[in-house]
């Protein structure tokens, strides 16, 4: 009977570990800069349609550090701007809350207040608004390939203290200018962010250098665009239901094991003496 009930503990606490791994899709990210006229850029017109075609075709916005759960949510997209352009305030984010949709823009923090970039105040009070996160894009926008490592924390570093003053709150999401990056640099982001994005060079399973489309005013290719699903992913599922991290699944498994060996060791030596278990 003990031994039955060994068993089923053991099988209990397998369980939970094979179901920590999900097949999940990771949502495609957009990535706007500029919302106007100039080449390459986004027209208001164009933007409007886009977000509403997202907003009435059911889709989920996430900010980036939903990613590890969106396959939890239906039809999930990450809208991201970089640089911090002011258009992104005077046109994109009216749009924005008109939809009720998230996105994230990514700020070189040494344009804040210059004219035709963001200001603190117009950081705040998208901030506050609860849909627009303003995440470090670097202070001076510098080729990250290019600096030394203690250039690249200088530049990490300055940027998100430069944004904490504005937001008062943690930065720990970023974009590679250009989308640059090699081993070395990823090394070092992974110091200061948990998640880094690329852009085209991306690859969509790597937290340090995901994949980003560049939209333009092709309604088609955008459609395309939003329609792709990379499914098999392995996601980690972060919390089980009392909001234990998953490797206490792991320590608990292995407690569990210490646990059972010496008992099943302890049965067998009382069954030799005749005891009925
Ligand atoms: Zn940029």
Redesign the pocket.
Known sequence: MKKLIAAFILVFMLMPVQSAFLEADVPPVLMY?SISDADWQVTAENFREQISYLAEGGFTFLFPEQIFYSYRYDKPIIITF??GFLDNYEIAFPILQEYNVRATI?M?TAYIGLDGWLTAEQIREMEASGLVRVEP?THN?TDMLQLTPEQMREQIERSNTALTEVTGREHRIF?????FFDEQVKKIVAEYYDIAFAVGNGDRRDMLALHRYSVFNDMYAFRRIVAVREPGIIAEEPYIGGGFRLRYRYRILIAGLACLLPAAFIYRKARKKGAKI
């Open positions: 800069h970089d640089d990514f070189m894009h926008h974009a590679y200018p250009y989308g």
